[in-house]
């Protein structure tokens, strides 16, 4: 059973609206979430970590961690055509691995 | 800065043969790591290395093998590749401490016959 779930999509929003990407996972002991950005036939590159509950904010990204209800979401404002990508969540328990979801596909129509 | 560099960036296989992907970082990160990465789906682990020295099976060790070879070095070898061993392969390496992220290579697309 997959630890870190994450609706496949595709999510499509137009040109200048606000992505809102979700992410759940199943270990409560989990410490770091990651957010990272993959377009098609290259590799992950990671665009946000967020340790603490609350909001942490990078520019047009925002992640959100709530550990009591075990998600983590990101938002992209102002979404552009380039943010079209599948955004992949990665959770680190105690030790040195990372559990990726199945990763979110993003489309940002003009 | 190179970051970590994967070889070779394609190859194809034909059933039963072997190979070796390699796998360097220039970033004296700790700890190193394997991924496949099938259509559809997300990164699922095969080894990891947490130091030099140390090798620990992921989620999907079946048909694969892996050696520390130094710091900077960490290789994955299938000894009899099949055609369930198509994908694309990820390595990445991380500090190895506290919150640190890990970081990607370009990755090795491997198709085998």
């Known amino acids: 059973q997959k630890e870190v779930e994450q609706n496949s999509g595709p999510l499509s929003v137009p040109e200048g609206a606000i992505a809102s990407l979700n992410c759940t996972y199943s270990d409560r002991v989990s410490q770091s979430f990651f957010w990272y950005r993959q377009y098609s036939g290259k590799s992950p590159e990671l665009i946000m970590s967020?340790?603490?509950?609350g909001d942490k904010e990078d520019g047009r990204f925002t992640a959100q961690l709530n550990k009591a209800s075990q998600y983590v979401s990101l938002l992209i404002r102002d979404s552009q055509p380039s943010d079209s990508a599948t955004y992949l969540c990665a959770v680190r328990g105690g030790g040195n691995m990372l559990t990726f979801g199945g990763g979110t596909r993003l489309m940002v129509k003009p | 800065n190179a970051g970590v560099t994967q070889t070779p960036k394609f190859q194809v296989l034909k059933t039963g043969q072997s190979m070796t992907l390699q796998c360097a970082q220039d970033m004296n990160h700790n700890s190193m790591y394997w991924y496949r990465q099938d259509p559809g789906m997300g990164l699922r682990l095969i080894y990891y290395s947490a130091s030099e020295g140390t090798t620990d099976k992921g989620e999907v060790p079946n048909g694969y093998n892996v050696s520390r070879l130094n710091k900077r070095e960490f290789s994955l070898r299938l000894e009899s590749a099949a055609p369930s061993q198509t994908s694309v392969y990820f390595c990445?390496?991380?500090?190895?401490?506290?919150?640190?992220?890990?970081?990607f290579g370009d990755g090795t697309r491997l198709s085998i016959l």
């Open positions: 967020i340790y603490s509950n």
């Open positions: 990445a390496s991380r500090e190895g401490q506290g919150n640190q992220p890990q970081h």
